[in-house]
């Protein structure tokens, strides 16, 4: 018994190597008690992701450690709140008129109730600059200006079936039909300043013709809205595609943007030019000639 008291006390042993062997345990400690914290964090590294990657909103799991609820985190929320003001989570969010689709699952509110907080928003908007709203000449601006903003931006409330009302005719044609000059007004979506021009569109009908006037219609639709002119140009085209599904269209703009003139480099005399060829506009050599030799004639 003193023997064995003695080498667990490190004293002596039968071979001598006690305390040795004590210090050598005291060493490995350390390592030991690492090892182990390793160990229990194990666990927690693998309720991070679900099969190592983030859900579809791009939260993981390890939101719950944060206090978060599972459930709320799956589904875009945070802290505890329904996600049903999530943009993310609203049906048919990435087809609203705002977003420039032909097929709208859904509209914003009417025009006329956009108004108030429009003319609110321009009232700021003026205290900003440093004028008085409440002065004579300008005590009607911020509604004056948030009506022609609603005009100048009418294109969200259109849509090309509104704006077509039936007027495709079968026609026993396939020559080149070319509407050119047509005038267009938009606005810049970068600096909300104006942008203006001509459109010319020509399209090879397959036994269905469009009213022409349609043509300088489905212009409006797109072009009342903000706008850059590379995107209004292939709208113009893939609307006329669309409509009356001809062998081939193509659409070019000419544009003079207030952005360059007013402001910025302002150079006055720059025009911007733009063009897309569908169908055999692009693959035929001759019949996309003979459409820009149509459209440069005077």
């Known amino acids: 018994m003193k023997q064995l008291c003695e080498v667990q006390n490190g004293h002596v042993s039968n071979n001598g190597h006690a305390a040795a062997t004590t210090e050598q345990q005291q060493s490995q400690l350390p390592q030991q008690v690492q090892l182990q914290n390793q160990q229990l964090q194990q666990p927690q590294k693998q309720l991070l992701?679900?099969?190592g990657s983030p859900n579809k909103n791009g939260l993981h799991l390890s939101l719950i450690n944060n206090g978060m609820n599972g459930l709320n985190g799956l589904n875009?929320?945070?802290n505890g709140t329904d996600c049903s003001n999530c943009?993310?989570?609203k049906n048919g969010h990435e087809n609203c008129t705002f977003h420039h689709d032909l097929e709208l699952?859904?509209?914003p509110p009417t025009r006329e109730a956009l108004l108030p907080d429009m003319a609110r928003s321009y009232r700021l908007l003026?205290?900003?600059l440093g004028e008085n709203p409440d002065r004579q000449g300008l005590l009607k601006t911020p509604e004056r200006a948030a009506k022609a903003m609603l005009f100048f931006t009418k294109g969200y409330d259109q849509s090309l079936e509104d704006v077509l009302n039936g007027a495709v005719f079968d026609e026993d044609h396939d020559e080149m039909v070319v509407v050119k000059d047509i005038e267009?007004?938009?606005m810049c979506e970068h600096h909300l300043v104006p942008f203006y021009g001509k459109v010319s569109i020509g399209y090879l009908p397959c036994n269905k013709i469009l009213g022409l006037s349609k043509l300088a219609r489905i212009v409006e639709i797109f072009s009342r809205r903000l706008q850059v002119q590379e995107r209004?140009?292939?709208?113009?085209?893939?609307a006329v595609t669309q409509a009356v599904q001809p062998a081939g269209v193509a659409v070019v703009v000419e544009g003079v943007?207030?952005?360059?003139?007013?402001r910025g480099v302002q150079k006055i005399n720059s025009k911007t030019v733009t063009s897309t060829m569908l169908g055999v506009f692009r693959d035929d050599p001759k019949t996309r000639e003979e459409f820009l030799n149509l459209v440069n004639s005077k």
């Open 87 to 89: 943009k993310q989570c």
């Open 49 to 51: 992701p679900l099969n």
């Open 232 to 238: 209004l140009t292939k709208q113009i085209a893939v």
């Open 257 to 262: 943007h207030m952005c360059m003139v007013m």
């Open 126 to 128: 003026l205290g900003g």
């Open 105 to 107: 699952d859904h509209k």
């Open 184 to 186: 267009m007004f938009s």
């Open 76 to 78: 875009g929320a945070s």
